[in-house]
């Protein structure tokens, strides 16, 4: 594997031989004891990759390059802009704060198997954390800053951690937003009791601590350090919670070792940087991008890796990204479109760069959500280097569908992720499963197994692990993305089949935010859709029917139903517009037509369904899905 014009060849083994494959990529990493197997499929479709191996994440990430004369190499620099300070921690300085603080936790009482959550902002702890948790082989479950105390709860009450790490606050712009009040409320209302919490004190808020929280630098004081704990390959490493078509959020379970391997290998092959390189993941460690590049990948591959708090923009201005990249020689940039596009907005002219030397900037990689080619060309034009889109979602953990730019240099094709990465075999079926002609738009599925690293069920719940992705299409894991393959094996992703929507890069349920709506006294029924929006590709709106009798100021219902929103899930779900509407348009069956809803919002209307209720519904609500939000 390497290289260039090796694409056809590399992925035609990957997909005719994936024991081979993976059993030559398995080498990449250091294992206790080597596995008995590549891959178990005798219990399918749980398939199971490398059993037999035994082996510790954090040993591969982190003590193996110290152990090899890297110690002195920078494994990460912290880089923010919100406080203006920054950091730096040498592979060396990193083990050593790591095994520290695992001897916290394991003073704690954290064992193998046991799960720890973090609730944390953008800080190096949040990375010791992780990393912490995996030395000692327990389960790590990260919950992202910007989710309100009752998501928190939820997580709380699925993942029943022994111990919950956070911070006294995160910073966003100019506003401090103190963390340990949600933490707080969040246990209280979880009928899960974790047995201890450790809190992070940053200067710009003091958190008072209770009965059961410890302070970060007090146990740090007094700990001692604890070694790697080795677990089998197919042990979970962390649990990340997604969001679904329904209110509860999904499990993603993520094992050690096909993780480990796919993520090792992928740093070099798909994002072309290597041992002592720099790669900068611009989001954050709350979501899947920020757990597989902003820390495992560049880590387990040797790199340094940035982890930058702050926005795009604001903090000071459109030219953030430019000052990170030159100050730390950057190699590598992965961020969502709509950072992209944030920027933009700000700097048309990206007049702001010229202030900088990014000279070391090789490739820029966006994902997270549709890369539109307005965005592509923008970033083309000004940067003068590949962009390099790559599609993939928080339950595969690394690229479905990328340019591999380690082994080859192939066209791009605006508008699409370009072509399947090793191990996915991607089809595009009809609603009946049946294979579509290339060109053609409809479910995107990928044939089973899924290649390692990718999710072996949701946590504690095998059932809707099958229900959710396995049974929909037999034979397949079906991805909820809509969208096509054309002749040349190019993918296109068009969007969510299902009720999943996606805001500024940040994956939410519709159906959540539904069920908050309902709640509202004055609210009969209501539909939340994803409308397109310039900067953040898409925003939730709600449309609610009265209960009939009930007289409200519609400025009133708005300002009622966001409060409430950013209560139960967050700010980071961004509901601002609330609409009133005299009916929903549904079925004869009573199931309202979203999709329909959404092509009319988004200026593109499709024949209404012959199962309409009442047709005249739509024409009634047509102006008030039409009109522009906020
Ligand atoms: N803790 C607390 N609150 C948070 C938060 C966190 N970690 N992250 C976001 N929020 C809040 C924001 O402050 C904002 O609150 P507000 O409504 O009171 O202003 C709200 O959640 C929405 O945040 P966001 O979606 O980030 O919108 P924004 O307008 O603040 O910024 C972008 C828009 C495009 C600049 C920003 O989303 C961005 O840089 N995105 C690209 C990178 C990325 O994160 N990608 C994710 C996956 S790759
Ligand atoms: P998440 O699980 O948060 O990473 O979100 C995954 C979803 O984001 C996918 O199912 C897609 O809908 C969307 N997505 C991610 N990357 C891309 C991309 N490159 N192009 C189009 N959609 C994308």
């Known amino acids: 594997m390497g290289s260039a014009g090796n694409y056809q060849a590399t992925y035609a083994r990957s997909v005719s031989d994936p024991v081979a494959f993976w059993g030559e990529a398995a080498q990449l990493v250091d294992w206790v004891e080597p596995p008995t197997s590549v891959l178990d ?63 916290v936790l394991a003073s704690l009482g954290v064992v193998a198997g046991d799960r720890v959550i973090i609730y944390m902002p953008m800080v190096p702890e949040a990375v010791i954390a992780m990393l912490a948790t995996a030395r000692l082989g327990a389960v790590h479950s990260v919950v992202f800053g910007g989710f309100a105390p009752h998501e928190l709860a939820i997580r709380i009450d699925d993942a029943t951690p022994t111990v919950v790490v956070s911070a006294s606050c995160g910073i966003e712009g100019a506003r401090v937003i103190e963390y340990k009040p949600m933490l707080d409320k969040a246990l209280e209302l979880a009928e899960h009791k974790p047995t201890a919490t450790v809190i992070l004190q940053r200067p710009q808020a003091h958190a008072e601590l209770g009965a059961i929280d410890h302070d970060w630098v007090e146990s740090m004081a007094a700990a001692t350090p604890h070694d790697c704990v080795t677990v089998d390959a197919t042990d979970p490493l962390y649990i990340l919670y997604t969001s679904g078509t329904t209110g509860k959020p999904k499990g993603i379970v993520r094992d050690n070792g096909g993780h480990a391997v796919a993520l090792t290998w992928s740093l070099p092959n798909i994002y072309g940087v290597n041992a002592g390189e720099v790669f900068w993941a611009a989001s954050d460690v709350g979501w899947v991008v920020g757990h597989s590049y902003i820390v495992y990948a560049p880590l387990l591959a040797g790199a340094t890796t940035v982890l930058y708090e702050g926005k795009p923009v604001g903090t000071p201005d459109a030219g953030a990204f430019w000052r990170v990249v030159a100050e730390h020689k950057v190699n590598a940039l992965f961020t969502a479109p709509t950072a992209f596009r944030a ?38 034009r000004h940067l003068g280097i590949p962009i390099v889109d790559n599609w993939w979602q928080t339950e595969t953990g690394w690229p479905i569908a990328a340019s591999p730019r380690g082994f080859d240099d192939l066209p791009i094709k605006p508008g699409s992720p370009s072509l399947p990465m090793p191990g996915y075999i991607v089809d595009v079926l009809d609603e009946n499963g049946h294979l579509l002609e290339a060109g053609v738009d409809g479910n995107i599925a990928i044939r089973l197994p899924l290649p390692p690293g990718t999710l072996p069920t949701l946590w504690n719940d095998d059932q809707r692990y099958v229900d959710s992705y396995l049974s929909v299409f037999p034979g397949y894991y079906a991805t909820g993305d809509g969208g096509n393959v054309d002749a040349d094996g190019y993918v296109y992703v068009m969007g969510r089949t299902d009720d999943v929507i996606n805001v500024a890069g940040h994956r939410l349920s519709t159906g959540s935010m539904e069920a908050v709506v309902a709640t509202h006294p004055a609210v009969a029924e209501c539909a939340v859709i994803g409308v397109a929006d310039a900067l ?22 708005q300002a009622e139903v966001v409060a409430a929103i950013r209560d139960q899930i967050g700010p980071v779900a961004a509901l601002k517009s609330v609409v009133v509407v005299p009916a929903l348009p549904k079925t004869r069956s009573g199931k309202i037509l979203r999709r329909t809803m959404r092509g009319i919002a988004d200026g593109r209307p499709e024949a209404p369904p012959s199962t309409i209720d009442d047709i005249s519904v739509l024409d009634r609500i047509r102006p008030l899905l039409e009109q522009p939000g906020e």
Do not use: M
């Open 536 to 557: 953040k590709g898409q925003v939730p709106r709600a449309f609610v029917v009265l209960k009939s009798g009930v007289e409200i100021e519609p400025a009133v219902l």
């Open 41 to 103: 499929d005798s219990n399918a479709p749980y398939y199971r990759w490398f059993r037999g191996g035994r082996l510790n994440t954090c040993f591969n990430a982190v003590d193996r390059h110290v152990d090899a004369g890297h110690g002195d190499r920078t494994a990460l620099i912290y880089d923010s802009a919100v406080t203006d300070a920054s950091r730096s921690l040498t592979y060396r300085e990193l083990r050593d704060e790591v095994a520290l603080f695992a001897g």
């Open 343 to 380: 920027i933009k907005k700000e700097d048309p002219a990206a007049e702001l760069l010229t202030g900088y030397d990014i000279s070391s900037l090789r490739t820029l990689f966006l994902a997270g959500e549709r890369l539109d080619p307005e965005t592509y060309h923008w970033a083309s």
